[in-house]
């Protein structure tokens, strides 16, 4: 476990860094979309078709949106009718979707949602689940290089605090999410370690929404979308996702749309860049947006993505039978997810950070003994107090306001990292766990 754990650390530092500096890359309005900078590499193989699915953790509801006439670099955007479109018999250019898409991606129940008036804290969810769809690319009247498909997250709610009051008031805003596919290849080679963190990291926060293995729930779909089967080996899955395939390469990306008042839009025509934070990887990523650059609805959504790349469908029968070969099916990839909000997901991260190695590691070794001290803490909290640990923890950070949850998911990435954290960092982690703590009634340390 220490050097899955190291290995982690020491390689998504450099990959973080690297492409930071790819400020050419931009993120821009709907209808002014250019190449995504946070690029997972999958393959198209001969049927030029991936598998998409996508899951809704947050308390909100999640509609298709049709998209309104516009170009993406000159080339029109289909519309459903023409995603649904199976006449092969034109000549035809554009990305289609020969099943449809999901129209409506149903919130998580209110009884899985910590804070809710109907909570329950024993309630099992098998309401929640992902949604299916494939894409398929139609060349025949010229090469697609780029297209997207887009949902909106109804309702979002959010605080605005007046400056000069201090006072505070909920508001509510619809939130597009785009789902974005490129076959023009990254300036950086990407590569494949990230996977197995975020997944981990899925798993504790969908628990966090009561959805968990039991016999009133198997969860036919779980270990799929987590991808157990390919993780078990991990070494085997790393060199299968880095094999050498010559088929059609793709990139995709997933990530809320900016606010129509933040600069991504105002200084636009001006060259100007900007991009969600994100981890990035060829196999996984998230992107969340800063206040300032998202708005304040879209920075509250996390949107993760993951990827199980595809195989080249072998032209002879040379290798069928041998089960490490896909022989001449081949391997048709997935595209996997996942849309939370930024309480969840800071809630998530702080917990498998506690219930990790890290403490073992060479990075535990470069923390302050106080932030070690809090780490343990928080781990023995949640060990001890199971689901209910975990159900305090996220109850404390829905607590905390967006610029708060931003500051905790900064500060857990930096320790994460073996990064050194500052005075205000410390104190804040600190107060985190001593928050906890208390809405466990544990007067004193355990």
């Known amino acids: 476990m220490k050097r899955r754990f190291t290995r982690y650390v020491l390689l998504a530092c450099p990959l973080l860094l690297v492409v930071a500096a790819r400020g050419q890359t931009s993120y821009y309005p709907a209808n002014q979309l250019t190449n995504p900078g946070v690029d997972l590499l999958t393959y198209s193989g001969k049927a030029k078709s991936i598998v998409v699915q996508i899951l809704n953790l947050t308390p909100y509801d999640i509609q298709y949106t049709p998209p309104a006439p516009y170009s993406v670099d000159g080339v029109p955007v289909a519309s459903l009718k023409d995603m649904v479109d199976k006449n092969r018999w034109l000549t035809k250019s554009f990305m289609f979707a020969p099943v449809g898409v999901p129209n409506y991606l149903p919130r998580v129940p209110p009884e899985a949602i910590v804070g809710d008036p109907s909570y329950r804290p024993d309630y099992i969810n098998t309401v929640t689940h992902p949604y299916s769809m494939l894409f398929a690319w139609d060349d025949d009247g010229g090469f697609v290089s780029r297209s997207s498909v887009f949902w909106t997250v109804k309702d979002v709610k959010y605080s605005v605090c007046s400056p000069t009051t201090g006072t505070c008031t909920w508001q509510i805003a619809d939130v597009p999410v785009g789902l974005f596919m490129s076959r023009i290849a990254p300036v950086v080679t990407p590569k494949s370690e990230f996977l197995a963190v ?249």
């Open 198 to 446: 975020l997944v981990g990291q899925l798993k504790t926060i969908l628990s966090m929404v009561k959805i968990a293995k039991s016999p009133l729930n198997p969860l036919t779909w779980y270990s799929a979308f987590t991808t157990e089967k390919e993780l078990a080996n991990q070494a085997e899955f790393l060199a299968r996702q880095m094999a050498v395939d010559e088929a059609g390469k793709m990139y995709v990306t997933a990530y809320a749309v900016p606010d129509m008042t933040t600069d991504c839009y105002s200084k636009n025509s001006t060259g100007y860049t900007c991009a969600p934070s994100a981890a990035y990887a060829d196999d996984a990523t998230y992107a969340q947006w800063s206040d300032s650059l998202g708005g304040p609805a879209a920075s509250d959504l996390m949107v993760t993505t993951h990827v199980l790349r595809g195989r080249m469908a072998y032209e002879t029968w040379s290798t069928f039978g041998d089960p490490d070969d896909p022989g001449r099916l081949g391997w048709l990839p997935i595209v996997m997810i996942t849309i939370m909000t930024g309480d969840q997901y800071v809630a998530g991260q702080s917990a498998t950070l506690a219930q990790s190695d890290i403490l073992e590691s060479d990075v535990g070794a470069l923390l302050t003994p106080d932030v070690r001290a809090n780490i343990e803490q928080l781990r023995k909290l949640l060990e001890k107090h199971g689901s209910a640990g975990l159900d305090a923890l996220w109850s404390v950070v829905r607590q905390r306001t967006a610029g708060e949850r931003w500051f905790l998911r900064e500060l857990v990435l930096a320790m994460a990292r073996g990064n050194p954290l500052s005075n205000e960092q410390r104190q804040a982690f600190h107060r985190l766990v001593v928050d906890v703590r208390l809405a466990l009634n544990e007067k004193e340390e355990v």
